[in-house]
Structures are given as structure tokens and as C-alpha cells.
């Protein structure tokens, strides 16, 4: 805790809005001795040598900067600890989110003192922050220098080279007698290297030799993962290799499991498994191979609009049966036709993988047909069909080179039927770039293959979690092990577990070998963070960790359930037993604590409800207005309000905003505190969640989502209307949106009403 604090006014990033001299001699006076020094800088990023000097003057355990965004060039700011003690950097948002959204237009009603008094309330927030802000120290593992890779086929192999020559140890773990997976079927690939306009020899052959004869890589064939325990940094992983078992100490996980192709009754509406001369394209890659194609105009088909349409009619026919039977009065549940209907939902999930797997379908046919005309010298006609041709990035080179190959056709076209006449198979298109609708007649057509991700189908890895052995929601992404596409690729739900590869999206072989190096670099970063007792992202380099205070313990489990990450495992007794190299420091265990036992040193529940209480709530609401207490997620909606503050937008100076770590930290404590204190409306600013969720730490924002009932009930019994307490999904480029949606919240607020322990 910062028993002595400095507090350092930035004039410059402040400007001229406020009167700076003024909140000095108010700190002051407000904290006396608790602070060693206040002072006004000019420039603060210039200033960092004076604040050294005070620290050693003054003996200083605590910096409070007040100015810009702590989200800017926070960096500057670390300062070396003093007299064996480490110095706790605070920082207060004077600029973003003080001067620069004050409503400054002529016709608005807030009087100047009400900026001032912004700025008072932020300056107390900030230093009673500080004062309850502790030092944790680091929660080091091992950090084994040994990395375990799940699957030998393109992707792991690269992963385990990769990781050898970065010189950690790679335990390669292949379930079938043989490397390469899905790449023995590709002798000849798409571009993997400039100029990116020719197929490549994919060289399989010369990349098992070389993983096989580096000495840092041990390989096993026909084997599994039995069991992986522990944590990051220090897993034990048991390896099954028939009736042999071996066990390693692990560091890290690359999992390079790979996909398996689509279930072909979904492409059964498109002909296949119906005629021969009907394959998609991983049966087609297999034909190649073995140099069993014979056919002379092959159609190679991308739009698959004939299967999903096909499962659509058929969802709608099977719910129309069920609702003509619940009108009829019909039990559904002895109708054997309605017992179909639960498969239908899973098929029209299980179709869009299809969908993914354009990209490398697109890319895949183009391939494809391109080696079948190299081997016939151009006397095969190969026609390609699509309905959205995706190549990606600079591959365009290779698919603007097959648009002038001499035996390729493309057109973009709706494919209405495929049908098998005996001779000949007849494609027909209608809506097609020629500008006319035709009949194609093929010896062979080539469908799409969909690209499932082993995790959808097997358990890939048996994790000794109480959560379950396996990566939890994956439903939600239809099997892929990514946990957030948008924000941290190759993460997983499960610290230390890392993607890479067709099993976390589908990609082309040459995006597997960039997977295969990120993977292995977010593996390595995981192990030294483990080795330095700091957290991966996306808090990386967070030396604080949750602590528990068993005696007030009721294990009820709660935390254990929430957590999205497994960090918490069970004892005999029932009791959370921390890992603390999986947490991700999101604080939802603490979120979600009724006895309120769970709190880190420099984030507490104790720490957010001071500020709380610091904020001077007026009595008279009609003269003074409301006050708001706005909970923000620091990694979404805190930086969308400093990117509005900076383009001029304003918002209501009723409003205070505290940055959490994420909604799911949020305990119903601090809604209950700032309602005690008088606040008229407390507003929760998180991540969007559900099918396209954004959350940082996966599911933070739908967990206080759910806990709104709790909320709602201690409104109730402080007899006090739910509405007061809104959760709003915010996404970190709705910057320009999201000041009009607190002005109408705080609008909604002042139509309620003044909250009714004012006068108390």
C-alpha cells in the first residue's frame, strides 16, 4: 500500500480548462501528510528525472500522474524501487476523459464548476486508489524448456522444427502410424514462397527427415495424450504409445491436430456419394496422387448454395411439423418423424463449414486444376465455378496467373442442379458472367471440402482440469480451439494450450507454416512468463495473481465454474486450489464471490469501492443533477471514451468512470456501495458477447450479463427500480456512438428520479 504518495499535475496534456493550481492546494489540503509532494510539471514525459529526485527525497512508495490516458505512454513511467521498495505508478485521466468531453457547445447548462468538480472527484479516485494499491509478488514456475506438440502433420511439423531451432526440447505426439496428415495427399502445393505464382513441391518427405534428425525433437507415432496436468510452465503430460506410457514435464502446448473433411451426407443435395463421377476436393487430391483421373472436362464446383438450401427446407419442413402437431394436440415426442428434428439444427451448424473453408477451397481448386492440366498438357478442360472466389492476401499473384491459364475456365454462377445422366454429369448455371444461363457437361465434378477441426470431433487433449478434460464451449465456434479470433490468435480457453493451423481456422499451407511459428512464439513467451511469475495476455507482464482468504471460504464454487480460463482446480474438501501461471488476471473469480474472500494486491474490492465513496454526490438533484457510476472494461469501452474524448465528443460531466478489468470482475458489492452513497444509476460499459463476442477474457461480459438478477435483487431490497442499472455491450471502434448512449442513460436516469438515500 502507498503509505507517501507524490501526485504530478501535467499542464501540458491538461491545457487550459481547469485551474491546476487550485486542485493542488485542494489535494493538500484533503491529505495532508499522505502525500510527500504535489506539483505542477509543464511536460510530465520530461518531468521523469524531478519524480526520481522527489522519490529519493522524499521517500516516496507511490507516483499518482494526472493528465493524459493511462493508456498513453505509460511505459515512461516506471520507476526503480527505493530503500528495497517497489514504487506504485497511479494515473489520472484528466485529458481524455475530463477536459476533452466536457460539453463545451453555447447552449449547454454545465457550468465550469462542474468541470472542476470532474476533476476533484478523479484526483481522489486516483490517490485513494493508490493508497489501498499493493505489491504482489511474482508466482514463479519452472518454466520447462520443453514444448509438446499435438499432431505431425504440416502444421507440427513445422511447430516442432520451429520450436527446436529456437532451442527448446519438442515432444512430437502424431495419433496416426504416419507424418504429413492431410499433406501426403499434396505432393505439388499452392505457392509457399515469392513469386507466389506457382505451385511448389510441398518437400513433405525432406521435412520429416529433418524433424526426425534434430536432437531436440523426440517423435512418437500411433500415440496420444493420456492426460495433461499442471500448469503452464510446469505441465505433466502423459503420453500413451500403444501399451507403452512415457511421461514429460512440459512448458507449453502447440496444438497441431489438424481437420478431417466434412461429413459427406452434406453434400449428398449436391450428388455426392450418389455417383462416382462426383468427389470433393480431398477425394479428388487422393485421385491425383494415385493417377486415377481419367476425365477430360471436370467441373470443379464452389458454390454450395444446393446443400444449405437443401438442409434449410428441410429445418423448416420439420419445424412446421412440430408446430401442426402442438396444434393438433399431438404428442410430438411419438411421432418418429419430429425425432429427426434435433439433427436438423446440428446440420445447418455443421454446413457452415463449408463456408469457412472457402478460402481454401478457392485456393485448393485452383491447384488443383492447374495440376491436371500440367499433366494432360492442357488436353483436360478444367472448369471452375464459383460463387465467391477467395484468395488470400498475395496470392492473388497465383490466381491471377490461373485466370490466364490456357485449360481453366472461371465464371461466378448459381449452380441449381448437378445431376448424373450416365455419360456425362450436367451441371446447371444460371446467373453467370457470360450473361447467360447454360448446361455444363462434365465427366467429373469436384465439390468443396468442408474443413472440420479434430476438436469438433475427438477429444484431442485429456486435460486434468476440474472444468473437464476437454476445451470448454468450443460449440460456440464450431469446434475451432481459437478462443478469440479478433484479438490474440492462437490462444486457447486454456493457458498454455496454443492453436495452430486447420484446427484453430481454416487456412492454406502456407498460412499453417506462419501458424506454426506464431504458435511456437506464444509458447515460448508462455514459459518465460511462467519463469518470471507474470501473466500472458491479455494483461501480459501482470505480476499480480488473486489471493484467497480460505477462512471465510464456503465453497460454493462459484469461482471454480466461472473462471473461463480453468485456473482453479478443487482440493479434497471442496476448496479452490489456485494455478496461478493459468490465470489470465481478469478477476471474474472475485466477480462472482458472494463472502467476497478473492482480491489481488493492486485490484480489490475494497480498492474500487474507496473510489466509489470518493465521488462527491450532491443532495440536490434538481439543482446539481444526478450522478452516474460508469464501470468501463479496460480493454473495450475505456479506450472507445479516450478515442471519443480525443475526436471532440462529449458526454454528461454527471458521470464517473472507474475502469475495470472486465465486467465479469464486477461484484454487486460495488453497485450496492454506490447506491449507499447516493449514485442515482450505475452503468456497466463492457464487451459485446454471445455468437460474435469480443471479450478479452471470452465470456466476462455475458457471466455479469447473468448476474443481473443478483443485482436486481439488491436493488429490490434497498427498494430501489432495477432500471437504475444498465449493462451496455460496447466494441472498441463504436467510439463514436457510445458518448450519445450514456447521455441517453443518464437522460433515462433523470427521468426516474433522485435516488432515495440522498436524503438519507
Not at 519452472?142 to 519438442?170: D, N
Not at 534434430?214 to 512418437?220: D, G, L
Request: one cysteine or more; a negative charge; glycine letters at 8%.
Amino acid at each position: 500500500m502507498a503509505n507517501k504518495i507524490g501526485v504530478y499535475l501535467d499542464k501540458s496534456n491538461i491545457g487550459g480548462g481547469l485551474d491546476i493550481e487550485a486542485l493542488a492546494d485542494g489535494l493538500r489540503k484533503k491529505w495532508g501528510e499522505l502525500l510527500g509532494v504535489v506539483k505542477v510539471v509543464p511536460v510530465l514525459a520530461e518531468s521523469v528525472e524531478e519524480v526520481s529526485k522527489d522519490i529519493a527525497e522524499q521517500d516516496l512508495d507511490g507516483v499518482l500522474l494526472c493528465g493524459a490516458s493511462p493508456r498513453v505512454d505509460a511505459d515512461l513511467y516506471r520507476f526503480p524501487p527505493h530503500n528495497g521498495q517497489a514504487i506504485q505508478v497511479g494515473h489520472v485521466n484528466l485529458r481524455e476523459q475530463c477536459v476533452l468531453c466536457f460539453p463545451t457547445s453555447s447552449d449547454n447548462s454545465f457550468p465550469p464548476s462542474m468541470l472542476e468538480q470532474m476533476a476533484r472527484d478523479y484526483l481522489n479516485m486516483g490517490v485513494v486508489r493508490l493508497q489501498k494499491t499493493g505489491v504482489s509478488e511474482p508466482a514463479i514456475v519452472r518454466g520447462v524448456r520443453r514444448i509438446l506438440v499435438i499432431g505431425g502433420g504440416w502444421t507440427g511439423l513445422h511447430s516442432a522444427l520451429q520450436a527446436a531451432k529456437s532451442g527448446y526440447e519438442v515432444v512430437l505426439v502424431e495419433k496416426s502410424g504416419r507424418y504429413g496428415g492431410a499433406v501426403n495427399n499434396i505432393p505439388v502445393a499452392s505457392p509457399l514462397s515469392p513469386p507466389w505464382t506457382d505451385k511448389q513441391p510441398s518437400n513433405l518427405q525432406d521435412l520429416i527427415d529433418e524433424v526426425l534428425a534434430n536432437n531436440k525433437i523426440t517423435a512418437h507415432l500411433n500415440s496420444t495424450v493420456a492426460r495433461l496436468e499442471g500448469e503452464p510452465g510446469e505441465f505433466r503430460a502423459h503420453i500413451q504409445c500403444g501399451e507403452k506410457a512415457l511421461d514429460y514435464e512440459i512448458g507449453a502446448v502447440i496444438l497441431a491436430s489438424g481437420w478431417t473433411p466434412l461429413d459427406p451426407k452434406y453434400l449428398a443435395p449436391m450428388g455426392l456419394g450418389k455417383s462416382p463421377a462426383i468427389v470433393h476436393a480431398g477425394q479428388f487430391a487422393k485421385m491425383l496422387v494415385e493417377g486415377t483421373v481419367n476425365a477430360r472436362r471436370i467441373a470443379f464446383v464452389l458454390d454450395t448454395t444446393l446443400a444449405e438450401k437443401a438442409f434449410a427446407a428441410s429445418a423448416n419442413k420439420s419445424d412446421d411439423k412440430v408446430a401442426k402437431d402442438e396444434t393438433a394436440g399431438e404428442n410430438a415426442e411419438s411421432d418418429g418423424e419430429n425425432m429427426d428434428a434435433p439433427f436438423v439444427k446440428e446440420d445447418l451448424e455443421s454446413i457452415r463449414h463449408l463456408q469457412y473453408s472457402n478460402v481454401v477451397n478457392s485456393v485448393g481448386m485452383l491447384r488443383q486444376a492447374n495440376i491436371i492440366c500440367d499433366r494432360t498438357n492442357d488436353a483436360t478442360q478444367a472448369f471452375i465455378i464459383y460463387k465467391n472466389m477467395a484468395i488470400p492476401g498475395i496470392l492473388e499473384r497465383f490466381y491471377r496467373k490461373m485466370q490466364n491459364r490456357l485449360g481453366i475456365m472461371m465464371t461466378r454462377a448459381d449452380v441449381t442442379s448437378i445431376s448424373d445422366r450416365g455419360d456425362r454429369v450436367v451441371v446447371s448455371c444460371e446467373n453467370t458472367l457470360l450473361g447467360m444461363d447454360f448446361d455444363l457437361d462434365v465427366d467429373l465434378v469436384v465439390l468443396p471440402c468442408g474443413i472440420v477441426p479434430t476438436t469438433a470431433l475427438d477429444l484431442t487433449i485429456n486435460l486434468a482440469y476440474r472444468q473437464g478434460p476437454d476445451f470448454p464451449d468450443l460449440t460456440l465456434f464450431d469446434g475451432f480451439a481459437d478462443s478469440n479470433y479478433i484479438c490474440f490468435p492462437y490462444e486457447t480457453r486454456r493457458t498454455g494450450v496454443y492453436a495452430a493451423g486447420c484446427v484453430r481456422q481454416p487456412m492454406t499451407m502456407d498460412g499453417c507454416m506462419e501458424d506454426a511459428a506464431g504458435a511456437v512464439l506464444k509458447a515460448i513467451q508462455c514459459i518465460e512468463a511462467g519463469d518470471h511469475g507474470v501473466s500472458v495476455a491479455p494483461r501480459s507482464g501482470d505480476k499480480s495473481y488473486p489471493m484467497f482468504n480460505f477462512v471465510r471460504c464456503t465453497q460454493c464454487k462459484r469461482c471454480t465454474e466461472e473462471c473461463p480460463f480453468g485456473a482453479l482446480d478443487d482440493d479434497e474438501k471442496g476448496t479452490p486450489k489456485p494455478n496461478p501461471s493459468r490465470c489470465r488476471r481478469c478477476g471474474t473469480c472475485f466477480g462472482g464471490c458472494p463472502e467476497r474472500v478473492i482480491s489481488f494486491a493492486d485490484y480489490s474490492i475494497d480498492q474500487i469501492s474507496s473510489m466509489i465513496r470518493e465521488v462527491a454526490v450532491p443532495k440536490d438533484f434538481k439543482k446539481e443533477g444526478p450522478r452516474i457510476l460508469i464501470l468501463a472494461c479496460e480493454n473495450d469501452a475505456y479506450p472507445a471514451l479516450d478515442m471519443a474524448g480525443l475526436r471532440g465528443k462529449s458526454w454528461s460531466p454527471y458521470c464517473r468512470i472507474i475502469p475495470v478489468r472486465c465486467l465479469g470482475s464486477v461484484n454487486a458489492i460495488w453497485v450496492a456501495d454506490a447506491m449507499s452513497k447516493g449514485y442515482d444509476g450505475v452503468l456497466l460499459l463492457g464487451c459485446k458477447y454471445g455468437d460474435d463476442y469480443q471479450c478479452h477474457f471470452v465470456k466476462g461480459s455475458e457471466i455479469c450479463s447473468r448476474r443481473a438478477d443478483n443485482i436486481a435483487d439488491t436493488l429490490k431490497k434497498m427498494v430501489m427500480e432495477p432500471e437504475r442499472v444498465e449493462q451496455m455491450e460496447v466494441a472498441i471502434d463504436e467510439y463514436d456512438s457510445v458518448p450519445d448512449r450514456i447521455n441517453d442513460f443518464v437522460a433515462r436516469i433523470t427521468a426516474i428520479g433522485p435516488n432515495p438515500f440522498k436524503s438519507m
